[in-house]
């Protein structure tokens, strides 16, 4: 296994573990959320990034590290409600959700070591306030998408959105930590 994938599945199973916790604590309630809904949450959390990493202080005590795992989070939530888009049920079994938040992962991680690959690995080089902003710019064109009732003429769609801000807030995070090391 590559460094890059054992610090990928690292980071992922921090922010698997804190969904499927919350999930005990509140239940899959978000599944009543619409897509815009949860686009609307995601970019909460990366403007608040921003303003802390261009103030260089924050008066909340919570950091920037939950945030992108929330990132990541909303993001597989976001891609767990467009494959359940059928399926109106607001109440999911913890076994089902822990193997749809698996299956997300998995496409997701696949898409990863595809673009790592054609890109050598360019995110190592990259700061983490270059990234945060690419999730913001990410999140402005979903919401276009999201505006435009999901047409496209030429550009992915919201799924790939979703999935490019998961790859980029893993990777802040493992920035982040490779930093504090």
Same mark, same amino acid.
């Given at each position: 296994m590559s460094q890059t994938e054992s610090q990928y599945r690292q980071v992922?199973? =921090?922010?698997?573990?804190?969904?499927l916790k919350k999930n005990k604590d509140y239940g899959t309630a978000w599944r009543i959320l619409r897509l815009p809904s949860i686009t609307d949450q995601i970019f909460i959390k990366a403007q608040r990034i921003r303003t802390i990493q261009e103030k260089? *202080?924050? !008066? +909340?005590?919570e950091g920037v590290v939950p945030e992108f795992m929330g990132i990541i989070n909303y993001c597989v939530m976001a891609l767990i409600q467009i494959e359940l888009v059928n399926d109106a049920r607001t109440d999911l079994p913890p076994d089902?959700? *822990?193997? =749809?938040y698996d299956g997300q992962? !998995?496409? +997701?991680?696949? =898409? =990863?070591? $595809?673009?790592? &690959?054609?890109?050598? *690995? $360019?995110?190592?080089?990259?700061?983490?306030?270059?990234?945060?902003?690419? @999730?913001l710019m990410k #999140?402005?064109?979903?919401?276009?998408? %999201?505006?435009?009732?999901?047409?496209? #003429? @030429?550009? *992915?769609?919201? %799924? $790939?959105?979703?999935?490019?801000? @998961?790859?980029? $807030?893993?990777?802040? #995070?493992?920035? #982040?930590?490779? &930093?504090?090391?």
């Open positions: 992922v199973e =921090l922010c698997k573990d804190v969904f260089g *202080e924050q !008066r +909340v005590q089902e959700l *822990e193997n =749809l992962i !998995r496409q +997701v991680m696949d =898409l =990863l070591f $595809a673009k790592n &690959h054609d890109y050598g *690995e $360019a995110w190592r080089d990259m700061r983490v306030s270059s990234m945060t902003d690419i @999730i #999140l402005l064109r979903t919401k276009q998408i %999201e505006d435009n009732q999901g047409k496209t #003429l @030429i550009s *992915e769609g919201v %799924e $790939a959105n979703y999935m490019d801000m @998961i790859n980029y $807030a893993v990777f802040c #995070l493992i920035k #982040l930590t490779d &930093h504090q090391s």
